[in-house]
């Protein structure tokens, strides 16, 4: 079993949908980090959380310590939001980055 | 852009041969963080840098080795080829705050290896 799982594996939409794509860990972590990547390979930042809820635009990312649980959330999805969205934890006492499989996001017009 | 680069884009090589990745960070960063991302195991952790010294080091095999340089640019050495080093290759940089902590990371566009 991987220590992060991410659901769903994939994800179809239409344009406007809310979308939510889910990550659970197992380990206890210091920060989850959520990451876009695109299409071509290259990955990009979204959000970086150690504990309640991060807004940056059109996205929302909640973390719940206790239940080992994180949401990333896409308000009125949009089709250039199409990429895979990839979950990484910080165990605690390691700078390790442990990552989720990913969730592959497409959306339609 | 997220201000790292990495060069090369690509490169196709043989299996035996010896390569090396090349990554500069964000100007002001001193971590840099070397990532694979293969298609049969996503992806993973390598190595970590911070200002010239090993800082962690994840899954990286003994054929791989790195080092950063005073001018904080990174190299990744890979020897001795197999097909299955053919992947994506990320590095990534941070601040990192001299009382620890977390930062964002910021990727570079990565190399694309393929090992024939």
């Known amino acids: 079993k991987n220590e992060v799982e991410q659901s769903p594996q994939n994800l179809t939409a239409q344009e406007g949908e809310f979308i939510t794509i889910n990550c659970s860990y197992s380990?206890?972590?210091?920060?989850l980090h959520w990451l876009q990547q695109h299409p071509g390979g290259g990955i990009v930042s979204l959000f970086m959380l150690s504990s309640g809820k991060k807004k940056h635009g059109r996205l929302i990312a909640t973390i719940n310590i206790q239940e080992k649980h994180s949401s990333l959330h896409i308000t009125a999805s949009h089709p250039r939001d199409s990429a895979v969205y990839i979950c990484a934890v910080w165990p605690r006492g390691t700078d390790k980055l442990i990552f989720g499989t990913g969730t592959r996001l497409q959306v339609f017009p | 852009d997220s201000g790292v680069t990495q060069t090369p884009k690509h490169l196709i090589t043989a299996t035996g041969q010896r390569v090396t990745l090349r990554c500069s960070p964000r100007?002001?960063?001193?971590?840099v963080y070397w990532y694979q991302q293969s298609l049969d195991q996503g992806l993973q952790f390598l190595i970590q840098?911070?200002?010239?010294?090993?800082?962690a080091k994840g899954n990286i095999l003994e054929r791989f080795s790195a080092q950063q340089f005073p001018d904080l640019h990174s190299e990744l050495n890979l020897s001795s080829l197999e097909l299955g080093d053919s992947a994506l290759y990320f590095c990534?940089?941070?601040?990192?705050?001299?009382?620890?902590?977390?930062?964002?990371?910021?990727f570079g566009p990565g190399t694309r290896l393929l090992v024939l």
């Open positions: 100007s002001g960063d001193l971590s």
């Open positions: 990534a940089s941070s601040v990192v705050p001299p009382e620890g902590g977390r930062e964002t990371q910021y």
């Open positions: 840098y911070y200002n010239g010294e090993e800082r």
């Open positions: 380990v206890g972590i210091s920060a």
